[in-house]
């Protein structure tokens, strides 16, 4: 399973855009790049998946260049309630078991 | 269409005491993983349910168990409590195993003292 870096910590003001880059330089070829959501005392929500080139759905963007040993998770015009951990996890997502999530970046979000 | 359902929501137990938790998965989802959560550190997975059949197991040791039964609704069970075992347990239902489309429930937090 490839490792991923995100920063720990972002602070950024309400409806300011927000990019959150993930390192994963040992991704593999089956590999799919995923974003998580949660916030306090709940689970994790899923945001947006991907494996190349640009993916948006209706909360999110995700960049992945070429290389695809980086991606960036953009959340445009962020509000209050866009405060929380967001991870980005690695994995073939045809066969992973497993979800495996490393520490996150805390998203806080402030007026 | 119902999410994941898990119970309780929070519980304080003894240390040395056995422990059941219980979650109810999204309808037609047929997979079930389990996580645990420890403060401030992301979820870690502790094993996968499919058809039943336990398909996947993290680094946690046989006192960590578990059950699928035939309505995909899931157990785990931890025996002999630790404190260390303090933390938030998440469920996770999809519709197959190896798909990325987890549904988490909102956790049962255990506090062992």
């Known amino acids: 399973l490839a490792k991923t870096t995100q920063p720990i910590s972002m602070d950024s003001y309400e409806g300011q855009e927000v990019n959150i880059t993930c390192s994963h330089n040992?991704?593999?070829?089956?590999?799919?790049i995923t974003w998580y959501q949660q916030f306090p005392s709940q689970g994790p929500r899923f945001i947006i998946q991907g494996y190349k080139t640009k993916v948006t759905n209706e909360v999110a963007s995700l960049f992945i260049p070429a290389d695809r040993k980086s991606s960036t998770l953009s959340l445009p015009r962020v509000s209050l309630s866009d405060t929380a951990v967001y991870y980005c996890?690695?994995?073939?997502?045809?066969?992973?078991?497993?979800?495996?999530f490393g520490s996150g970046t805390q998203l806080t979000v402030l007026p | 269409e119902t999410g994941v359902t898990q119970s309780p929501t929070h519980l304080i137990k003894t240390r040395g005491q056995q422990v059941t938790l219980r979650c109810s998965s999204q309808s037609g989802h047929n997979t079930v993983s389990w996580y645990q959560q420890a403060l401030g550190q992301g979820p870690q997975f502790i094993f996968q349910?499919?058809?039943?059949?336990?398909?996947g197991r993290g680094n946690f040791p046989p006192r960590f168990s578990g059950l699928q039964f035939p309505n995909y609704s899931s157990e785990l069970n931890v025996n002999a409590l630790e404190l260390d075992d303090s933390a938030l347990y998440l469920c996770?239902?999809?519709?197959?195993?190896?798909?990325?489309?987890?549904?988490f429930g909102s956790g049962t937090r255990l506090t062992v003292v």
């Open positions: 996890l690695v994995g073939d997502a045809g066969s992973a078991r497993q979800l495996t």
């Open positions: 040992n991704i593999a070829t089956n590999d799919y």
């Open positions: 996770a239902s999809s519709l197959s195993q190896g798909s990325y489309g987890y549904t």
């Open positions: 349910y499919y058809r039943e059949e336990e398909n």
